[in-house]
């Protein structure tokens, strides 16, 4: 999972958190942020994040969640900043409201700074979709891209997709200490861990730079584009199931 998409999940787990045990809200910061600003419809802002979750609250929050499409134009893309499309939508007694976050690096600083700016949501309908359910096909394209990466000559993304899988199936699975998230039950842990471990899109060295090239030297072009959708889409099926019923 990309640092963007890590980030906005992590302040949806930490604000139902926090509104469910009535405490204030926590987020543990990466050493490569800079800087989180809030920017409310009204165009004030707020610095951190207790200050942005006091006045939520003084609205009325009483539910956040993640959004985010579950297919792309360009999943080569998905490996620059500003591109998972993933949104904070924030339940208030006003209404529904979404934050856009977007991303800037500080050359100097070697540090990222997200601004996160309000919308309001003009529909009268819930923007988020019901997700159970997704379970198995994600055990299943799991298995199917790993035998296809295996195919292919790309072993080392088989062995990825295998431990995703196994992060499903085995309660004994190692987790990368990466894609650990304390706030979660164990349940919903292998879920994230699986989610976290299975999203090999980025740049170079990822599932979008030579496995193309491997799939299409062998015929099977197409085969790796519906595997990847399929795969993606899974995988953002589950994130946002797992972090929305934290």
């Known amino acids: 999972m990309n640092g ?66 579950v297919s792309v134009k360009e999943r080569g893309l ?15 007694r006003n209404g529904v409201t979404y934050y856009t976050p977007h991303w800037s690096f500080d050359r100097n600083a070697r540090q990222w700074t997200a601004v996160y700016r309000e919308h309001p949501w003009k529909s009268t309908t819930d923007p988020l979709p019901s997700l159970k359910g997704f379970l198995e096909p994600f055990k299943t394209v799991l298995q199917k891209i790993s035998a296809f990466a295996e195919e292919i000559g790309a072993g080392e993304f088989s062995r990825t997709f295998d431990l995703a899988c196994r992060c ?13 998230q304390p706030d979660l039950t164990p349940e919903q842990q292998r879920i994230w861990a699986a989610v976290n471990i299975a999203d090999v899109f980025g740049a170079m060295g990822s599932w979008n730079d030579s496995p193309p090239g491997m799939a299409a030297g062998k015929g ?12 993606l889409a899974l995988i953002r099926m589950n994130l946002m199931y797992v972090v929305n019923e934290t």
Request: glycine fraction near 4%.
């Open 168 to 180: 499903l199936t085995d309660e004994n699975a190692p987790v990368p200490e990466w894609a650990a």
């Open 78 to 92: 998905l490996g620059f900043s500003n591109t998972s499309g993933a949104l904070l939508v924030c339940y208030t």
């Open 4 to 69: 963007e998409t890590e980030h906005l999940c992590n302040i949806v787990i930490a604000v139902r958190k926090a509104l469910r045990d009535n405490h204030p809200i926590h987020v543990t910061e990466r050493s490569y942020m800079k800087q989180t600003v809030f920017v409310f419809l009204d165009g004030s802002t707020a610095d951190s994040y207790e200050d942005w979750f006091a006045r939520c609250c003084r609205e009325g929050l009483y539910n956040a969640a993640l959004l985010m499409p």
């Open 220 to 231: 099977k072009k197409d085969e790796y584009d519906t595997l990847s959708d399929e795969l």
